[in-house]
């Protein structure tokens, strides 16, 4: 049946940034078809919230907390994950954070910061998981990119946050050839405005909302739960034939 094929039953996979938000939103959606759950978040409150409601699903699952910045603490929390369950099948990368500054004026430790979560970390959580894939000659990585990886927002200047987007693409692209011949695929899920505390807030702001809503042929932000399919698709068997790619959900924004 087509559906078994999304199955993640007996499988094990780490959310990076799981306690609110989009990976909250993933971690139920993998936990529904099956999957055990490390939530490696930063925040300790609300990575242990998540993986309660996982557990009280009927999971097993565990929070971690995690400052993916950290190769360090990055490197514990993956030994931490072996050391409980034994196998890690599959790795989804959302740790990420923004900041509008313009590019003249922006500090330093504001682009670096940008960089370090976005990028930086989204590759050391690859190459801790990783080495236990190739180990396994089995995996699955799916990073959470975003439609600023392909196109520059307007009006407001995030070039930090751009250019992490784009490298994620591109180091998704990298490690898919990489480590194809290990059995592990890596795909990338660049969504448009999503209804999270990242962006709602400024839905309801006339200075963006009115600009934003204008660009997006379906004239609205998208919710959460709208990425879930395409993550438990690449997470699953169902993709077996799909790495390397960048998967764009954005209610249009780039079709214009
Ligand atoms: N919301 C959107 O419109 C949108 C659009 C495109 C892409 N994205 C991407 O989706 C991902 C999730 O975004 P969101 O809207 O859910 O954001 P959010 O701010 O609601 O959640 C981000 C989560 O990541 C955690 N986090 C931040 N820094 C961390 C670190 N150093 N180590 C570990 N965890 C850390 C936070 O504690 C939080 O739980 C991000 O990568 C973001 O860039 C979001």
């Known amino acids: 049946m087509i559906f078994d094929k999304f199955s993640l039953k007996g499988q094990v996979g780490i959310v990076t940034g799981g306690g609110q ?15 055990d759950i490390i939530v490696a978040e930063a925040n300790p409150e609300t990575g242990e919230a998540t993986a309660a409601e996982l557990r009280a699903g009927g999971r097993r699952a565990i929070a971690v907390t995690t400052d993916v910045r950290d190769p360090a603490s990055v490197e514990a929390m ?9 196998q890690i099948d599959f790795l989804m990368n959302n740790a990420g954070i923004t900041k509008w500054a313009d590019a003249q004026s922006v500090s330093l430790d504001d682009w670096r910061n940008v960089i370090d ?5 989204l590759f050391y959580c690859c190459q801790a998981v990783g080495k236990h894939m190739i180990a396994r000659r089995s995996g699955r990585i799916i990073n959470i990119a975003s439609m600023s990886g392909f196109i520059v927002n307007r009006p407001q200047p995030q070039a930090s946050y751009n250019t992490s987007k784009a490298a994620v693409i591109h180091l998704t692209k990298s490690l898919a050839t990489e480590w194809a011949p290990y059995n592990i695929r890596v795909n990338a899920i660049c969504p448009g405005y999503m209804g999270t505390a990242m962006a709602k807030p ?3 702001d006339p200075a963006y909302g009115g600009e934003w809503i204008g660009m997006i042929p379906l004239k609205r932000p998208g919710e959460p739960e709208e990425l879930a399919p395409l993550a438990v698709y690449l997470a699953s068997e169902a993709s077996s034939y799909m790495t390397g790619s960048a998967i764009v959900i954005d209610g249009g924004y780039t079709a214009w």
Do not use: H, I, P, T
């Open 21 to 35: 938000g989009l990976g909250k939103v993933f971690c139920q959606a993998y936990a529904e078809v099956g999957a």
């Open 78 to 86: 993956v030994s931490r994950a072996m050391a409980e369950f034994g």
């Open 117 to 121: 979560v976005n990028l930086n970390g």
């Open 202 to 204: 400024f839905f309801d």
